[in-house]
């Protein structure tokens, strides 16, 4: 399909392990978010990526968490030594270019730590 | 310290009638609030948007309304129709691509 494509859908792992998501973003679009949806709350923003520019790390949680991107394509975050908090679904969206314009999402990674 | 605000957890109207989703913001940076909808177990789809130098925007059965002054913008669909329950996201971006999203408003329709 055309659409942004996340692996695995769902993730379970023990605390303390790493864990590595992937995002899949449509073809052409320059820009790419990276979103944490816990249990009954909205989606928070962690990272953002535009074209070559640096990426807006602002909302990361910790130095846990961790995000890079090749190029204008695939993007992966990882979260290391994982911990109970870190459950939720993981949501990557992608743009054509940043501003007011609709975001693509992803179904999302459902991480659940032990 | 919450930009976005979506005050009312949940909504229940009767198919037909108008649903009101309501989205309050303190940043007046943001340039433009987009509406996502969401499936349990899906991504977030995007569903109308305005910018910031306009008031209203329609599409369809959804029409935007933005209150600068107030800080605050509104969602009405009419007819509402079972097919509309989801959950409803208001999102708040600045010109850089910086996006806030609320915690979303769940909306059941009954038949």
């Known amino acids: 399909g055309a659409g942004v494509s996340q692996s695995p859908s769902n993730k379970v792992t023990e605390k303390g392990k790493d864990v590595e998501l992937r995002c899949d973003p449509i073809?052409?679009?320059?820009?790419l978010y990276w979103y944490r949806q816990r249990l009954g709350q909205g989606l928070e923003f962690l990272i953002y990526?535009?074209?070559?520019?640096?990426?807006?790390k602002s909302g990361l949680p910790s130095d846990r968490f961790s995000a890079e991107r090749t190029g204008e394509s695939v993007s992966t975050l990882t979260i290391q030594r994982t911990q109970q908090e870190d459950s939720a679904v993981y949501l990557c969206?992608?743009?054509?270019?940043?501003?007011?314009?609709?975001?693509?999402f992803g179904d999302g990674t459902r991480l659940s730590i032990l | 310290d919450q930009q976005v605000k979506q005050n009312s957890p949940s909504l229940s109207v009767q198919e037909g009638r108008i649903s009101i989703l309501n989205c309050d913001y303190t940043?007046?940076?943001?340039?433009?609030f987009l509406w996502y909808k969401k499936y349990p177990a899906e991504g977030p789809t995007f569903l109308i948007s305005?910018?910031?130098?306009?008031d209203k925007n329609e599409d369809g059965r959804f029409t935007v309304f933005l209150n600068k002054s107030a800080k605050h913008l509104s969602l009405h669909i009419v007819p509402s129709q079972p097919g509309d329950s989801a959950v409803y996201f208001c999102?708040?971006?600045?010109?850089?691509?910086?996006?806030?999203f609320g915690d979303g408003t769940t909306l059941t329709v009954k038949p």
């Open positions: 999102a708040a971006y600045t010109n850089a691509g910086k996006s806030t």
């Open positions: 990526f535009q074209g070559n520019s640096a990426p807006d």
């Open positions: 940043n007046s940076m943001f340039d433009y």
């Open positions: 969206a992608s743009t054509v270019v940043s501003g007011g314009q609709p975001q693509h």
């Open positions: 305005i910018s910031s130098i306009k």
């Open positions: 073809s052409g679009h320059t820009a």
